[in-house]
């Protein structure tokens, strides 16, 4: 069964600044998709970036950039130029690649973060 | 409007009352979703669906009923609700590598 670990139940940081947010995750797959999402006080669950596993290169969007190592199953978040509207619950996702179906997300616990004017 | 909708958004219900969250999606997804949301938890899946009249538990599915007769509606129902069930619940549908999420549905059981 996978797992996905967030070991940073709250972080802050000072608008304009940049934090980087954990997470680590267990699977004997090869084959997934990784996942950041937000959750701002509205509740509503939006991507923020997606990591292909067979893909050496780190997906960048924006200001929202990870850090994917494979080996050491580690994809953790870096939000650039950090502004008040990055203010929300972050979960960090797992989903096994599976060819003509559509898998299932697997989260982590979530990352409350509060940016700082 | 194309998307992913809930009703209701909130719902205030008895113990052992019947309760029916509604999902509607109008991308003709095969795959639908139900996950519950709790402090310290995380997003849990509660049963999804592959397709019309198919459809399998997921990791918390007791005391929940599901239906899809419909590709794009997936109703959850709480059969008789307990305290337990007091949560937030999301549906989802997906496309290869991709979920969509609806905007929630708050319920409270007293």
């Known amino acids: 069964a996978q797992t996905v670990t967030q070991s940073q139940p709250e972080m802050s940081v000072q608008e304009a600044e940049t934090v980087t947010l954990s997470c680590t995750y267990d699977t004997s797959e090869n084959n997934y998709y990784l996942f950041w999402y937000k959750q701002p006080p509205s509740r509503q669950m939006i991507l923020v970036i997606r990591?292909?596993?067979?893909?050496?290169q780190n997906a960048t969007e924006n200001r929202f950039s990870v850090n994917f190592q494979k080996a050491a199953k580690s994809f953790s978040l870096k939000i650039s130029d950090s502004q008040l509207g990055d203010t929300a619950m972050y979960f960090c996702a797992f989903m096994k690649h599976a060819f003509g179906s559509q898998g299932n997300l697997i989260f982590g616990k979530g990352t409350k973060l509060s940016v700082k004017p | 409007d194309a998307g992913i909708t809930q009703s209701p958004r909130y719902k205030i219900t008895e113990t052992g009352r019947q309760v029916t969250l509604m999902c509607h999606q109008t991308?003709?997804?095969?795959?639908m979703f139900w996950y519950r949301q709790d402090l310290g938890h995380g997003l849990r899946l509660i049963y999804y669906s592959a397709a019309a009249d198919i459809t399998d538990k997921g990791e918390v599915p007791d005391g929940y009923v599901v239906s899809r007769s419909k590709t794009e509606n997936f109703p959850l129902t709480l059969e008789s609700a307990t305290r337990s069930q007091t949560s937030v619940y999301f549906c989802?549908?997906?496309?290869?590598?991709?979920?969509?999420f609806g905007e929630g549905s708050r319920l409270t059981v007293l």
């Open positions: 991308w003709s997804h095969s795959y």
């Open positions: 990591q292909e596993a067979y893909k050496q």
């Open positions: 989802a549908s997906g496309l290869t590598g991709e979920l969509f």
